[in-house]
């Protein structure tokens, strides 16, 4: 019996849901298809990481086109918008992306990171201390959420009571990177975007009358001493960037992490009688589900890939989430594991993969294990998950549980 042609839909609620059987289809039967969107889907772990590593293909300008789309527009423009995320690394090639990432690298290296794990330490256990006597919290909104802006705040030299601000900015900018978008929705961005950068302006001259040395503001800054001088567009643009995208992986990193020891409570038995096993379990978490599940480019010229001729400008989607599930690269991909080795591309690959994996990892494994360590008999409380409006982006909006209340 002849089967049915795949029809490739990430709008599709089902795919939403659970995208895994759908992408293991068309690894399958299909690793490079074009989609009824025009787009090519890869889900081949080989042919991603040969993609990711080509410089045939670049990243989506997004900001020409959003200065594009300002002439359709009846009122206003998306000038602010458009000029503050061309700043962004995502969007920058070489050199300007070499120079600006050389910059920046050093506030995320291991090194300057593990110094401050015990600050991260303190902010789990202050969060868990506001609901550990309850018997219920939110996994989200009491702890990964509130976990990620704080420690961006601490990173970056911005005002830890601010952080609910941080929180809105950060979930309102990264659907910028979600495709397609309405005109009235970028507007809306583009204001957000005002806002923030107002915000951040503040905030660097504050810097600037009052320097320190351990902050990200206070780095970059001081780069004006350097041969790679920064405009303060480019230390606003750069502070905008990584509240932006730090906020939402590390969260996303940990809802899954938990909910997928919710659902393997032999895992969770695992991990709480083996703590040392911690780092080892968020690369798996990482790999299981990934928080970015997708990430675009653009051939510059046509591309043969397995049989196939990709054309230039054609746009390319790579499925992370499919690719960390390759059973060519994995045994038995769709297992919990955590004693594989783990060679994921979760946080991507190239000159493009991400800054912060160093960051993610550690509040995910402080936060991860400080819960299950303190909350033994955790468990879901809730029948229907209710996850983020992200097509990128995979993760939870909430995740409710319950537990023993802790005097």
Request: proline fraction near 6%; include cysteine; glycine fraction near 4%.
């Amino acid at each position: 019996m002849k089967k049915d042609k795949i029809l490739f839909n990430p709008f599709d609620p089902e795919f939403h849901a659970n995208p895994y059987p759908i992408l293991d289809r068309l690894r399958q039967e299909d690793p490079i298809h074009k989609s009824i969107f025009g787009t090519w889907i890869i889900t081949r772990y080989a042919d991603a990481v040969s993609i990711l590593n080509d410089k045939r293909f670049e990243v989506d300008n997004l900001p020409e086109r959003l200065q594009l789309k300002s002439a359709y527009l009846k009122e206003g423009n998306l000038q602010t918008l458009s000029q503050t995320i061309d700043r962004w690394l995502f969007f920058l090639n070489p050199p300007d992306h070499t120079r600006l990432k050389k910059i920046i690298t050093p506030v995320f290296s291991p090194t300057a990171l593990e110094a401050i794990r015990p600050k991260i330490q303190v902010m789990v256990d202050e969060l868990l201390a506001k609901v550990k006597q309850k018997g219920e919290m939110d996994i989200i909104t009491d702890l990964a959420n509130p976990l990620a802006a704080l420690t961006i705040a601490e990173i970056i030299g911005l005002p830890k009571e601010d952080y609910e601000k941080l929180i809105h900015w950060s979930s309102e900018q990264i659907f910028i990177l979600e495709h397609p978008r309405s005109l009235e929705d970028y507007q809306y961005r583009n204001q957000v975007i005002i806002e923030n950068k107002e915000y951040l302006v503040e905030k660097v001259a504050e810097c600037k009358k009052q320097p320190s040395n351990d902050s990200l503001i206070s780095h970059l800054i001081n780069q004006n001493n350097t041969e790679n001088q920064l405009t303060e567009d480019e230390i606003i643009s750069a502070c905008m960037l990584i509240n932006t995208t730090a906020q939402g992986t590390t969260s996303s990193l940990i809802g899954n992490g938990v909910l997928a020891l919710l659902n393997h409570p032999e895992s969770l038995v695992y991990l709480q009688q083996n703590p040392n096993e911690i780092k080892n379990a968020v690369e798996e978490f990482l790999r299981y589900d990934s928080p970015t599940q997708s990430v675009a480019r653009k051939p510059i010229e046509d591309v043969a890939i397995a049989g196939k001729i990709i054309p230039s400008g054609d746009t390319v989607v790579i499925h992370i989430g499919a690719v960390n599930r390759d059973p060519e690269q994995f045994t038995n991909p769709n297992q919990l594991d955590f004693t594989r080795q783990n060679r994921h591309i979760a946080f991507g690959g190239g000159i493009h993969h991400c800054l912060g994996i160093f960051l993610a990892k550690i509040e995910a494994q402080i936060a991860i294990n400080t819960l299950i360590q303190n909350l033994p008999d955790i468990r879901i409380n809730t029948d229907k998950l209710d996850r983020r409006d992200s097509i990128a982006l995979r993760g939870l909006k909430t995740l409710p549980v319950k537990f023993t209340p802790v005097a």
